[in-house]
């Protein structure tokens, strides 16, 4: 179950990641197929609605980081 759960979570996440900014719209959508996996994954409806609030919050409006590539080092 939990592997399901995981496999869809990263597939909901990978359409996220690799771009250079994010359009409200992709945030959007990319957290309603998020959502959609947790519910079933029976995450109660309360908790999952709650945080994908709070996760929106912080996605729309934030500062993109232009000075961070893949290939820097720490």
Do not use: C, N
């Amino acid at each position: 179950m939990f592997t399901a759960l995981s496999e869809k979570l990263s597939a909901a996440l990978k359409d996220l990641t690799g771009r250079g900014a994010l359009t409200e719209a992709q945030v959007t959508d990319g957290l309603r197929e998020i959502r959609r996996v947790l519910l079933e994954a029976d995450v109660s409806y309360e908790l999952s609605g709650s945080f994908m609030q709070r996760v929106q919050e912080k996605a729309i409006g934030a500062q993109v980081v232009k000075a961070v590539r893949p290939a820097s080092s720490w």
